[in-house]
């Protein structure tokens, strides 16, 4: 915990923080200091000046009777006053040859101990020098109770300081320590690990909910890897020992051999288109094909896509038919687009029937923009809704007919490049899917 960023941060701030109040100090002592020291000198000058008014007044007389006076007074300040010779005439200060002006003079007390004063000596009429001073240890009294507030105010906030980092940096580190800890458990395999939140909406809060999403992204995207996996190796498992029969069988009869070949190549390109669609859905959800989104016409793709079928349709004795108001704008890839109207079409036309009408809708309207193909063939059980987009997942477990169950896990892939939601609904009879895109910016 002591080599911690937070308790070195806790430090930093503390010391930062003391380091302005020592200069906060040094500027108010110095501030109070300076005013203490004129309101000192005023005092004193104010009454050198009212000692001297005394003079002009009641003259010399008046002014040792004044000085006398003063003297009595507790509190009072110190007074001096000299004859024109030099000779003390009244005051403790008179002893004292101090020079006209400012000047500090050492007096000693009744009780023997001395004090500085600080005295302003003035000339009066007819040779006089009169004296005013008072006690300095009154500033530095003053000096040493606001150094000592300052004292007391440093130390509070440095033992407030370091106690305050200490807890602070105590609680991160447990946080952080539970993050770490649930990294640690994550590369050692538990993949349902998660960081605790607590609920305070903080910055830490906010990393482990992020974090949080982040796991449960990578532990969805490996549920969905192993399921692959294991839907290749049981896709592929049928095809590759049917593909390795004919071969063996081949090899038994060299004259049937043209022919086995020939069996063992469809097979061989069965297989091929299987990995060929696994890599486009890859490169789909890789988000690669972003780039190529340009503002696209949905009923001009249906539109396409419908008279690319409605041979198809007309053979198999069923009706294709589009409706579509208008232009429906959205950003995408045309291409990609395309082939998910492909794909949709090609299930309704395998799966709704012959004598089936399958409708091609491109909407735009105040819910959205859209593509929907509905049927009124057999429908899908509701159960099978949820795993129908899965890779590899058929309706037919047997197995019987052409196809890899990928084609829906590529409409899937398509619809999420471009921030559409696709839904089923039971058509009552027959299935719905509609495909709602986003609303351009």
Known sequence: MFRSTSLRLAALYTTGFALAVVILGMITLSSTRAALTAQFDARIASEAAALA????????????????????????????????????????????????????????????????????????????????????????????????????????????????????????????????????????????????????????????????????????????LNQVSNDIAHDMRTPLTRLRQKLEAGLATPAESQQVLEAGLTDLDSILETFAALLRIAQIEGGARRAGFRPCDLSEVARTVVDAFAPSAEEGQQTLTLIASGPVMVEGDRELLTQMLVNLVENALRHAGAGAQI???????????????????????????????????????????????????????IAKLHGADVELADARPGLTVRVTFPRPA
Do not use: C
């Not at 000299?82 to 008179?94: D, S």
């Not at 899908?380 to 795993?387: D, F, G, I, L």
């Open 53 to 224: 008014e005394e003079y002009q007044t009641e003259g010399l007389n008046g002014v040792v009777q004044a000085v006398r006076e003063r003297d009595r007074t507790p509190g009072a300040l110190d007074y001096g006053l000299k004859g024109p010779n030099g000779v003390a005439m009244v005051g403790r200060l008179a002893a004292n040859a101090a020079p006209i002006g400012w000047s500090t003079a050492s007096v000693r007390h009744r009780g023997g101990e001395s004090e500085t004063i600080r005295v302003l000596t003035i000339a009066l009429p007819g040779g006089y020098s009169l004296m005013v001073g008072d006690d300095e240890e009154r500033v530095e009294a003053l000096d040493g109770a606001v150094l000592r507030g300052f004292g007391w105010a440093f130390l509070g906030v440095v033992v407030l300081g370091v106690l305050g980092g200490y807890a602070l940096s105590g609680d991160v580190h447990r946080r952080l320590a539970a993050i770490s800890g649930t990294a640690e458990a994550i590369i050692d395999g538990d993949l349902a690990r998660r960081v605790p939140v607590r609920g305070s909406d903080d910055d830490l809060d906010r990393l482990a909910l992020t974090f949080n999403r982040m796991l449960d992204r990578i532990a969805a995207l490996m549920e969905s």
């Open 359 to 413: 409708a091609v809708w491109a909407v735009g309207d105040d819910a959205g923009r859209r593509l929907e193909i509905s049927d009124n063939g057999p429908g899908v059980p509701e159960v099978a809704w949820e795993r129908l987009f899965d890779r590899f997942y058929r309706l037919e477990h047997s197995r019987s007919t052409p196809g890899n169950g990928l084609g829906l896990a590529l409409v899937a892939a």
